[in-house]
């Protein structure tokens, strides 16, 4: 027997299956010319972050684009950073905002999917297979360094300023031989799995980015960790294997790993694998002070997933803030195609920000009032009682007390052609409807104090008299009108901003007082249609007390 072959019957001996035996099981994917395959492949360590969801939704709109595949996986190979429920946790913050996978992990145990395990921990026999047949072919080996030997190492390169690592003469296991090796491990000595780098410090490689175009850099020449001492693979190792059989096209990951991309590229090329596409994205950021930053999971509660839908905001206006953030040119799109489905937008990474998108609360506010604007009455329910049966039982109670009059609220100014924008978010509601339930009403009555008590009084008094709450909308404001004339106020402000000493003021004014009796204030959306949804006795009665309380 060669001693590669020894050494790597010494090393895997209980390991039977081969990378050829891989490459049947999960053969390449039957997709249309043109798809992409692409992954959200996180490490259980807790709560969906805001990166973490962008990058997921940025995978999967790359696959959607496509008709290719978004799959889960589950990188748990550091098992001291995992939490409990970590999968759970990532599963629902997807499925919260509405992203759905194709394949991949659905909880801790279940999964779904024909290039499985998706979880990392449950691969370990896959990627023992991969090395057995790199120390075979002399492109792996043991190395027993221990913790002081590898310290003193560093210490020497930093002093010495060296390229940190295993290298060269720091490589100190890289030939050795079956023979001393068995001798070692019989005689309990721990040990990793290291990379025979082929790599030459004086070449480089280039490769193209989607995000950030093309880069070059040194060819790897580090001998790095395979398998570490229990036999769990490193990040970078798991990768190639992984997305190789899992048969990844476009692998979309944080920026942070662009360095390793030549141990990636070279791993791929060691083990025979075709090397995926990447897309790496630059980080969020946020403007403070006049400068930018990380969007920082310590500072900034919009960092956190759950702040959207605790705050309510709909996953389909977290999704059009996404792709705002996600593609430059989306906004335009949207524009041009306000009635359009998200998922006719075509995404592209070209369009990704390679300095970092800019997270900006303002636009998110925006486009949430937008969307939410946009929706029918029956949705705009729907929505907030799902909202607020977890945030706002006092809300919630209501709203499913009296599901009509509810939905009759919601229905005000909507479906027409410029819808009001008052909701940017489910917490608003419960101020947005409050002056229809004595249970939330303050009864506080903000009349503006540019006409006299007496004066409200008799608005009010005359009101309640050609009130008609049978009436259609375009005959209401003539009414307040043909009023106001008759009480001595303009018919409209631009008559009385040119002759103000000839009137007690003008129509906006009476209309005011009859807008703050009914509803406490100044400002609201359509009073007709208000009146009407509370109903006529409501509004007489808000009325009486009104002037009761005018009257002191
Ligand atoms: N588990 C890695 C991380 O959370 C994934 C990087 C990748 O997508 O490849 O950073």
């Known amino acids: 027997m060669d001693s590669n072959k020894r050494m790597s019957e010494l090393l895997f001996g209980n390991i039977t299956k081969t990378p050829e035996d891989y490459e049947r099981i999960y053969p390449k994917r039957n997709l249309e010319e ?25 995978a999967r709109s790359a696959a959607k684009a496509t008709n290719g595949v978004f799959y889960l996986r589950i990188e748990d190979t550091d098992k001291k950073r995992e939490v409990e429920n970590g999968v759970s946790l990532i599963v629902k913050g997807l499925k ?15 999964e779904k999917g024909a290039y499985g395990p998706y979880t990392q921990s449950r691969r370990t026999e896959i990627y023992h297979a991969y090395v057995k047949s790199l120390v075979e072919k002399g492109l792996a080996y043991p190395c027993f360094m221990t913790e002081e030997e590898l310290s003193e190492i560093r210490k020497k390169q930093e002093a010495e300023k060296l390229l940190p690592g295993i290298y ?14 068995e001798k070692r491990i019989k005689n309990g000595d721990e040990y990793v799995v290291r990379l025979k780098s082929p790599g030459s410090a004086e070449k480089r490689i280039k490769f193209k980015d989607g995000i950030k175009g093309e880069i070059e850099m040194p060819e790897n020449i580090l001998d790095i960790v395979l398998l570490k001492k229990d036999g769990t693979p490193t990040y970078h190792f798991a990768h190639a294997v992984d997305d190789h059989l899992m048969r990844t096209t476009h692998v979309i990951r944080g920026d942070e790993w662009i360095s390793s991309v030549p141990i990636h590229l070279q791993l791929f090329y060691l083990c025979g694998f075709k090397p995926p596409k990447y897309a790496h994205i630059s980080p969020i950021m946020k403007e403070e002070n006049g400068g930018k930053r990380k969007l920082s999971k310590r500072k900034d509660p919009e960092a956190a997933v759950s702040f959207y839908s605790e705050v309510g905001y709909p996953k389909g206006a977290v999704w059009e803030y996404l792709m705002t953030l996600a593609n430059s040119n989306y906004e ?3 524009l041009a195609n306000p ?4 998922e006719s937008f075509k995404f592209s990474f070209s369009k990704m920000s390679k300095a970092g998108a800019l997270f900006d609360m303002v636009k998110l506010t925006d486009i949430s009032k937008t969307y939410i604007s946009r929706l029918s009455a029956e949705e705009v329910y729907d929505m907030v009682t799902d909202w607020a049966r977890e945030n706002n039982e006092k809300l919630y109670k209501l709203l499913v007390d009296d599901e009509e009059y509810a939905k009759a609220i919601f229905a005000i100014e909507r479906g027409n052609k410029k819808p009001r924008k008052d ?40 009101y309640k008299n050609i009130y008609n709450p049978n009436g259609s909308g375009e005959e209401w404001f003539p009414a307040v009108r043909d009023m106001a004339v008759t009480l001595g106020y303009a018919k409209a402000p631009k008559e009385y901003k040119k002759n103000p000493d000839n009137y007690k003021g003008h129509v906006g004014d009476v209309a005011g007082v009859i807008r703050v009796a009914a509803t406490g204030r100044r400002n609201t959306p359509d009073l007709y249609e208000i009146m009407q949804v509370l109903g006529s006795d409501e509004v007489m009665k808000r ?6 309380k005018l009257r002191g």
């Open 34 to 58: 043109g798809a992409v395959v692409t992954r959200f492949s996180p490490s259980p360590t807790g709560f969906l972050h805001f990166g973490g969801l962008f990058a997921a939704f940025a």
């Open 423 to 462: 909701i940017a978010s489910w917490s608003d509601v419960e101020n947005y409807v409050s002056y229809f339930y004595s249970e939330l009403w303050d009864k506080k009555l903000d009349f503006a104090d540019n006409l006299s008590n007496e004066d409200m009084i008799e608005i009010l008094e005359l």
């Open 543 to 548: 009325f009486d007390e009104a002037i009761e």
């Open 339 to 342: 009635d359009a489905d998200i």
């Open 332 to 334: 335009d799109w949207r």
């Open 96 to 110: 919260d905002f509405g992203i759905e996978t194709d394949e991949g992990a659905l909880s801790e145990t279940e």
């Open 168 to 181: 060269g003469e720091f490589a100190k296991y890289r030939d050795i031989s079956a023979e001393d090796a």
